[in-house]
C-alpha cells in the first residue's frame, strides 16, 4: 500500500512512537500522506475507523479524503471514521453533549445571515458595514475566549464598550433561541472539555489517533480543541506549511506551530520537500522569495519536472492594457499549446481588481468562472423563500422557523419569540411545537397569541397540500399568501427590489419546472435544494478561465498562471505596515506562485486609475525577490524595468502566430 510513496512520505505514514508535524510544502502530496496513514492505522495498526478523526478545514477537502480512503481501504468498511471539518466535529460534539451545556439537542445553527439580522436589531441599524463590523469583533473575542464582561473590561475606546454591550445581549439572544454560531461550534466544545472531565474522558476514549489537516490554518480555539482531545496521548499528526499561512486576518496563528513545540517536547518534525506540481524555475522563485521571510523551518521545494519555462513579468501601461495582455496571450498561448480554457488561471489579491478581465474575456468571447462570488442560493430572497420550504418540509427547522415568521413581517417580533423560545427550550421542543401548547398563551397577548398561531396554521395547512398537490400549484399559492413581492418593494429601492423579485421569479420558474420533469413533490424538491452544493462541483468541471482571488485559490493548481497587479499597496496591500503583515503577504505571493504547474507570469501597472486620475504605480517589492536570472522582462520600458520585447522579435512572433493560423 505504501509503494507509491516517497521515502518522507513513507516515514511520515508510518511514524507512530510521538506527536508528528508533516511539514508539507506546496505540492508535496499531503492528502496522499493523511490518506495513506489512515488506511495504514486501519490495516496495519488495528485502530477502529471509529476511533480516528481527520479534520481538515473544508467540506471538499473531506470529501476528497473520503474517496481516496475508500480505495485504499479496498472495500474494507471505514465506518465511523470521522473525516470532517472542525466546525463539524465540534457540531457532532455539541449534538451529543448538549444537555450538559443547557442546550436542546436540536439546537439551532445560525449563519452570518442569521447572526446579521440580530445584531442589525440591536442595534438598531440596518447599516451593512456597521453590522459586518461588529459581526467581525465578537468573532475575534470568541476565538480569543472572551466573555462579553471580559471584553468590555478590556474595550479601549467607546466603540468596543458599545459593542461589548451588544455582544452581551447578542448572547442572550442566541441562548433564547436555543441557537449557536459559526464560531460556537468550537468555543463551546472547548468550553464543555475544561469544565466537564466526564465529557472529556469520553471524547478522548472516543478518539485514539488524530490527524489535522492544514495546520497553519488553526486558530487558538481550534488548537484548544486539538489539544484537549488528544489528551496525554498525544497520539496526534498535524499537517501543514508555515509558508501557506495566509489567514491571519480570520485569526489563524501561526504561533501555534511554535506551540506544539513548546507542549509536545518529543514532537518529531518531517519535511516533505519534493514538489508534485510544477516545474523548477516555478519552484525556484518561490523558494527564493520566502526565503525573505523569518522561519520557523527551512524548506527547499525541488521537482523532476525540469527547468520549463522562465517566469515571465509583463509591466503594463494602466489597467485596461494589463487586463488585454493578459487575455491575448492567454488565447495565443491557447492556440500554440492546444491546452483548454480550464488550464488557465488569472489570480489578484482583491476582489475589486477583477472587474476589467472580466470585461475583456466577455470581448474575446473566453468563458470564465469567479471563485468566491455569491452563489444564486445564497442571495437573501432566496434564503427567504428556502426557509419556508425547510419549515413546510420539517416544522422542527428552528432557524427556518424564525427567517420564515419574521420575512415578510406578520405581528410575530422579538417579544414573541423569546418568550416562545424560552418555553421550548423549557420543554425541551421546537419553537412550532410550542407555540400550540396552552401553557404559552398564558405569557403572551391575545393578538400576539393569534399572529403565531395564524402563521403555524398556514404552515400546516402548506405542509398537507406539499405532499399531495403538484408543486407549481403549492408554490403559487404560498407565493400569492405570503405577498413576498409587495414585501421587496415596500422594503427596497425600486431597482434592487426588480433585481430581487426577477431572481425570486427565475428560483419560482426553476422550481415548478424541475418538480414536473423530475415528478417530485414540493417536499422532495426542498431536499433538493439542501444538495445544491452538488451543482457547485459541476460547474467546476466546466472548461472555463479561473478567476480567484489568492486567499480563494489555496489548495487549487493550475497548468498557466497570470498572477496580476502585483503592485506596492496591491501586493502587499496598502495596510500592510508592521514586518509580520509584510511576511503574510509575501506568503500569499509564494502561495499564487505556487499554484503554477508549467508557466507563471507576474504583471503589474505603471499607473492605474484612483477616481477621475491616473497615478504612477510602483512594481511589488516582492519582484525584486525572485532570482532574476529565471525572469524574462516585458512590457513597457520603466526605470529598473528591463527593455520591452524589441520590434523584431515582436514582429517575428507575430509571423509565426500567422504561419500556425494558415497551417490549423
Not at 53 to 78: C, H, P, S, Y
Not at 144 to 154: D, E, G, I, K, V
Not at 424 to 442: T, Y
Not at 453 to 463: E, G, V
Amino acid at each position: 500500500m505504501l509503494s507509491n510513496l516517497n521515502p518522507t512520505q513513507r516515514e511520515a505514514v508510518k511514524h507512530l512512537g510521538s506527536p508528528l508535524l508533516v511539514l508539507a510544502g506546496a505540492g508535496s502530496g499531503k492528502t496522499r500522506v493523511i490518506t495513506h496513514k489512515l488506511a495504514y492505522l486501519i490495516n496495519e495498526c488495528g485502530y477502529s475507523p471509529r476511533n480516528i478523526a481527520a479534520i481538515t478545514f473544508t467540506n471538499k477537502a473531506a470529501n476528497e479524503m473520503r474517496e481516496r480512503v475508500g480505495q485504499l481501504l479496498g472495500g474494507r468498511d471505514a465506518k465511523g471514521l470521522i473525516l470532517s471539518t472542525f466546525h463539524a466535529l465540534g457540531m457532532q460534539i455539541l449534538r451529543e453533549e448538549a444537555p450538559l451545556l443547557g442546550y436542546k439537542k436540536s439546537f439551532s445553527i445560525f449563519d452570518s445571515a442569521d447572526t446579521g439580522k440580530i445584531v442589525s436589531e440591536l442595534l438598531g441599524s440596518p447599516d451593512k458595514q456597521e453590522i459586518r463590523a461588529a459581526q467581525s469583533v465578537m468573532s475575534n473575542w470568541k476565538t480569543a475566549f472572551l466573555t462579553p464582561q471580559q471584553a468590555a473590561s478590556l474595550a479601549e475606546n467607546e466603540g468596543q464598550q458599545r459593542i461589548a454591550l451588544l455582544y452581551g445581549r447578542y448572547q442572550e439572544t442566541l441562548r433564547a433561541y436555543q441557537s449557536v454560531d459559526f464560531d460556537d461550534l468550537i468555543r463551546l466544545p472547548v468550553e464543555l472539555f475544561q469544565t466537564q472531565e466526564e465529557a472529556l474522558q469520553r471524547w478522548q476514549h472516543r478518539f485514539r489517533y488524530l490527524l489535522i489537516d492544514e495546520y497553519q490554518d488553526t486558530n487558538d480555539c481550534q488548537y484548544q480543541m486539538m489539544k484537549l482531545l488528544a489528551g496525554d496521548r498525544a497520539a496526534v499528526t498535524v499537517v501543514g506549511d508555515d509558508d501557506q499561512s495566509i489567514y491571519a486576518w480570520r485569526g489563524a496563528s501561526i504561533a501555534n506551530l511554535q506551540n506544539l513545540q513548546k507542549d509536545y517536547p518529543t514532537l518529531r518534525v518531517i519535511k516533505l520537500e519534493q514538489n508534485y506540481r510544477s516545474s523548477q524555475r516555478i519552484l525556484q522563485s518561490a523558494n527564493h522569495l520566502i526565503r525573505n521571510n523569518t522561519k520557523l523551518f527551512e524548506k527547499n521545494l525541488w521537482s523532476e519536472h525540469g527547468p520549463g519555462d522562465p517566469v515571465r513579468v509583463f509591466a503594463a501601461r494602466d489597467e485596461e492594457n494589463e487586463a488585454e495582455s493578459v487575455v491575448l496571450r492567454l488565447l495565443a498561448h491557447k492556440f500554440e499549446h492546444r491546452t483548454r480554457f480550464a488550464d488557465y488561471a488569472i489570480l489578484y489579491r482583491s476582489n475589486h481588481l477583477s472587474r476589467v478581465f472580466e470585461e475583456q474575456l466577455r470581448t474575446h468571447k473566453v468563458p470564465y468562472t469567479v471563485s468566491g462570488g455569491t452563489s444564486f442560493f445564497d442571495h437573501a430572497e432566496i434564503k427567504d423563500l428556502i426557509a419556508y420550504l425547510r419549515l413546510i418540509a420539517n416544522p422542527d427547522d428552528d432557524p427556518a422557523f424564525i427567517r420564515a415568521s419574521t420575512t415578510p413581517k406578520r405581528g410575530i417580533g422579538n417579544s414573541t419569540l423569546e418568550k416562545l423560545a424560552g418555553h421550548a427550550a423549557a420543554r425541551h421542543i421546537s419553537l412550532f411545537e410550542a407555540a400550540f401548547e396552552p401553557a404559552l398563551a398564558q405569557q403572551l397577548q391575545a393578538r400576539q397569541h393569534e399572529d403565531l398561531l395564524t402563521f403555524c396554521n398556514f404552515i400546516n395547512r402548506m405542509q398537507a397540500r406539499a405532499e399531495r398537490e403538484p408543486c407549481n400549484q403549492v408554490m403559487n399559492d404560498l407565493m400569492s399568501a405570503i405577498d413576498y413581492e409587495a414585501w421587496l418593494f415596500d422594503s427596497f429601492e425600486p431597482r434592487q427590489a426588480e433585481t430581487k423579485w426577477k431572481n425570486v421569479q427565475d428560483f419560482v420558474g426553476w422550481m415548478n419546472k424541475k418538480s414536473e420533469t423530475d415528478e417530485k413533490s414540493m417536499i422532495a424538491m426542498t431536499q433538493l435544494i439542501a444538495l445544491l452544493n452538488l451543482l457547485e462541483s459541476r460547474e467546476q468541471e466546466t472548461d472555463a478561465v479561473s478567476l480567484s482571488t489568492l486567499h480563494a485559490a489555496k489548495g487549487l493548481e493550475f497548468g498557466h498562471v497570470f498572477l496580476v497587479g502585483a503592485e506596492e499597496g496591491i501586493l502587499p496591500h496598502e495596510r500592510s505596515a508592521s514586518q509580520e503583515q509584510i511576511e503574510e503577504e509575501r506568503r500569499l505571493m509564494y502561495v499564487g506562485i505556487t499554484r503554477a504547474q508549467r508557466s507563471l507570469q507576474i504583471s503589474y501597472c505603471t499607473r492605474r486609475r484612483r477616481g477621475k486620475e491616473h497615478t504612477a504605480c510602483d512594481p511589488s517589492r516582492f519582484i525584486a525577490e525572485l532570482p532574476q536570472a529565471d525572469i524574462v522582462y516585458a512590457g513597457v520600458v520603466t526605470a529598473g524595468n528591463a527593455p520591452a520585447v524589441t520590434k523584431e522579435q515582436g514582429m517575428d512572433r507575430l509571423a509565426r502566430m500567422k504561419a500556425m493560423l494558415g497551417t490549423a
